[in-house]
């Protein structure tokens, strides 16, 4: 579902490396944790993954698609939850909704089956005829991630996608995650709240100064850490080395 292969990204003419030779996979089915510390290169990643950055070097594989020589083909296939979501403010929960739907071709009768069952879910049916701008930055992650959901991605990812959610929206959206890949699709995610990760995630991998550092399973994070503690005090370890 995701492959990504000797992927480097620079920045200021090459003095900063943000992304160092990174190669990892991901498989229909799993939920994939991406972790580093603030400034390990993470989003960098995540937005060349999607079509917003694009690679020095390497390469990127989204569902079969090349990221840069089949764009339309391999976004059309993903959805994408950034950290900061900017919406449009002067249109409506629906109007956006709408829009989303449109743009990924989403035929009506379908739409509306999902848009309720994803604005029940996240609890969003009463505010969803109000202005975006009223909302809360709780309630915009919310129509966000509704939005990113109403095409069923073959591969979803988002950056930081609990930050701002109230705990039973959280929840639903861990929830909904593991249905998601429980129909052979996949999600990719970052997160800084490793208790999540630990216990959402099939597989984790680690980045530090652009680089995968660790990548595995619990079991075999522990392996490689000698470390038969917490997620946290692999990533702890791994990440001060």
Do not use: W
């Not at 009223?134 to 959901?149: D, T």
């Amino acid at each position: 579902m995701i492959k990504l292969h000797g992927v480097s990204k620079s920045y200021n003419k090459g003095a900063v490396k943000a992304v160092d030779n990174l190669s990892l996979s991901v498989k229909p089915g799993e939920i994939f944790g991406f972790l580093g510390p603030n400034g390990a290169g993470k989003t960098t990643t995540i937005k060349m993954m999607v079509g917003l950055l694009q690679s020095d070097s390497g390469t990127i594989t989204i569902n079969g698609y090349n990221i840069e020589q089949e764009p339309l083909k391999a976004k059309s296939s993903l959805s994408y939850v950034p950290d900061n979501p900017e919406v449009y403010e002067k249109l409506t929960g629906l109007e956006y909704l709408n829009f989303l739907a449109d743009v990924y071709r989403v035929p009506a009768r379908i739409r509306k089956e999902r848009m309720e069952r994803f604005l029940q879910l996240f609890e969003m049916t009463q505010a969803v005829g109000d202005l975006i701008q009223s909302y809360s930055h709780g309630m915009r992650q919310k129509i966000v991630l509704i939005g990113a959901l109403l095409h069923e991605p073959e591969v979803f990812i988002l950056d930081e996608p609990m930050v701002g959610l109230d705990p039973k929206s959280a929840h639903n959206l861990k929830e909904y995650m593991r249905e998601h890949c429980n129909q052979g699709k996949t999600v990719f995610f970052s997160t800084h709240v490793l208790e999540v990760a630990e216990k959402l995630c099939d597989r984790i991998g680690i980045i530090r100064r652009g680089q995968l550092i660790a990548c595995g399973t619990m079991a075999e994070l522990k392996q490689q850490a000698q470390n038969e503690g917490s997620l946290e005090k692999i990533f702890l370890e791994l990440t001060e080395a």
